[in-house]
């Protein structure tokens, strides 16, 4: 099951944490292994699972249960340095924005970075204020089969090209002053939540 995280705990303090939100609708190898890439190319201490009670985008129908999508989240991981997080079920908050200001605000403590894939970005400008969401972590964007051009060459990309951090720079990622972001290529894994639940 999710893991109830003390954020004021002075375990944190200076601490490199990825956030990697969704709805884990099933959890699968492809969120550990952006997890673990994550960890390698930005030198993260830690990544936090944090799943969605319910995602405004998307419809309930087909929506397993949060604790099923938990507990389903935390045998996939099985690694020490992957959590699984009820954060915003903690905070009460509905939206990423809100959710990353609580965070901001509460553990100050903490250096986070957003982790999502490259299939996300061109949805982003539909999440709500989104752009308070780059103005209040750095973002890591992982290459994704058929999304990675899209995303390269998305609003996001074009609008905030110039807080962009090569590749080779990605380890400094994490302790950037917001907006900045960095897009990691690395081998892909073809399987996505979507084809399990059709499978």
């Known amino acids: 099951m999710g893991k109830l995280i003390n954020l004021r705990s002075t375990l944190w303090r200076n601490r490199k944490i990825g ?3 969704g ?3 099933p ?3 492809g969120h550990v292994m952006i997890s673990l890439q994550a960890l ?3 030198g993260l201490d830690e990544v936090w699972w944090l799943v969605s009670p319910q995602n405004p985008l998307k419809s309930s129908d087909g929506m397993a249960s949060e604790a099923t999508r938990m507990a389903k989240a935390a045998k996939i991981a099985r690694h020490p340095k992957i959590r699984i997080a009820d954060i915003e079920q903690q905070f009460g908050t509905r939206y990423t924005a809100e959710t990353l200001e609580q965070l901001r605000v509460s553990c100050p403590q903490i250096k986070f970075v957003w982790l999502m894939g490259a299939d996300n970005v061109t949805q ?3 999440w709500r204020d989104w752009t308070s969401i ?6 890591a964007i992982f290459g994704r089969p058929d999304y990675s051009l899209q995303a390269m060459t998305s609003m996001v990309a074009n609008r905030y090209g110039q807080y962009r951090l090569n590749a080779n720079q990605a380890p400094k990622l994490v302790s950037s002053a917001p907006p900045a972001w960095t897009f990691i290529h690395h081998r892909h894994d073809p399987i996505s939540a979507t084809l399990i639940r059709q499978s």
Request: with cysteine; charged share 0%.
């Open 124 to 126: 982003l400008p539909q």
């Open 19 to 21: 956030l990697l939100g």
């Open 134 to 139: 780059l103005n209040t972590v750095p973002i």
């Open 23 to 25: 709805s884990f609708n």
């Open 40 to 42: 390698c190319h930005l």
């Open 27 to 29: 959890a699968h190898h």
